[in-house]
C-alpha cells in the first residue's frame, strides 16, 4: 500500500463525502470556483473524521479505534492511467485495517449523489467502477500487481448518501446472479449500505436503516 503517495490514516470513525455533483449544481445556478473554495466546499472526494455540514456522507462505525488507511484516489491520479497516459474512470477510494494479523478486510467504496429513480442505474454503474478499479489494482498497476485474489476480505461497498431509507440498493432489482459470479470470481461481499461498522482488523458489518 505504501506506493500511493497520499494516505490518510484513522482511528475514529471515517466519513466519505463526494462535492462534485454539488459544485457542479452550485456553479450552473452561478457561483463560481472561488466563491465555493472561499466558503471551504472541497472539491471532489473528501475524507475526514467529521460528518459534512452540507451533504450526507458515508459512513465508517469505527467504536473499537481501529487503525484505518484511508487512500483518495482523486489524489493519488498518476496511478490511473491506462497505456496512451490517458485517466482512467476509476472508484473514489479505498479503505484498509492497519496490522491484521491474518487476513484483513480491505474496502472499495463508490459514492453516488442522484434521484430516486436513478438509484438502480447508479448501483449498476458503480459496481462496474469498482469492478474496473479491482481489475486496474490487480493486474495492471504500474506492471506489478498491488492486489491479488484472496489476498484480502474484501468488500465492495456502494453508497447513495442522500437515499438512506431506500438501504439497502441492492435489493433494486440487481441482478442477483451476477452478485455471486462477481463474488465467485473475485472473492469479494458486494454491499449497496450507506454506513458499515468495523468490527476488527478482519471483518466489517454492513448497517442497514
Known amino acids: 500500500m505504501n506506493r500511493f503517495t497520499e494516505r490518510q490514516r484513522y482511528s475514529s470513525d471515517v466519513y466519505i463525502t463526494d462535492y462534485t455533483h454539488y459544485r457542479n449544481v452550485r456553479l450552473k445556478a452561478g457561483a463560481t470556483d472561488e466563491d465555493l473554495n472561499n466558503e471551504g466546499i472541497p472539491q471532489g472526494v ?3 473524521d467529521s460528518p459534512s455540514t452540507i451533504l450526507d456522507s458515508f459512513h465508517i ?6 487503525s484505518i488507511t484511508a487512500i483518495n484516489f482523486e489524489h493519488n491520479m498518476q496511478y490511473f ?27 472499495l467504496n463508490e459514492l453516488k449523489y442522484c434521484k430516486f429513480s436513478n438509484i438502480e442505474t447508479s448501483f449498476d454503474t458503480a459496481v462496474g467502477q469498482i469492478e474496473r478499479t479491482y481489475l486496474h489494482l490487480r493486474d495492471d498497476f504500474q506492471n506489478t500487481p498491488f492486489l491479488k485474489d484472496g489476498q484480502y476480505r474484501y468488500y465492495w ?15 433494486f432489482d440487481y441482478d442477483e446472479d451476477r452478485v455471486l459470479e462477481m463474488n465467485s470470481q473475485y472473492k469479494c461481499t ?15 458489518r454492513a448497517c442497514k436503516y
Request: glycine letters at 10%; aromatic letters at 10%; charged letters at 20%.
Open 61 to 66: 462505525v469505527n467504536k473499537h479505534h481501529v
Open 190 to 204: 458486494i454491499w449497496g449500505v450507506n454506513q458499515v461498522e468495523v468490527l476488527n482488523t478482519g471483518f466489517l
Open 157 to 171: 461497498v456502494i453508497s447513495i448518501p442522500e437515499h438512506s431509507e431506500a438501504s439497502p440498493f441492492d435489493g
Open 81 to 107: 492511467r491506462d497505456a496512451d497516459g490517458k485517466y482512467l474512470s476509476q472508484c473514489e477510494c479505498l479503505s484498509y485495517a492497519d496490522g491484521a494479523t491474518s487476513k484483513g478486510w480491505l474496502m
Open 46 to 48: 473528501d475524507i475526514t
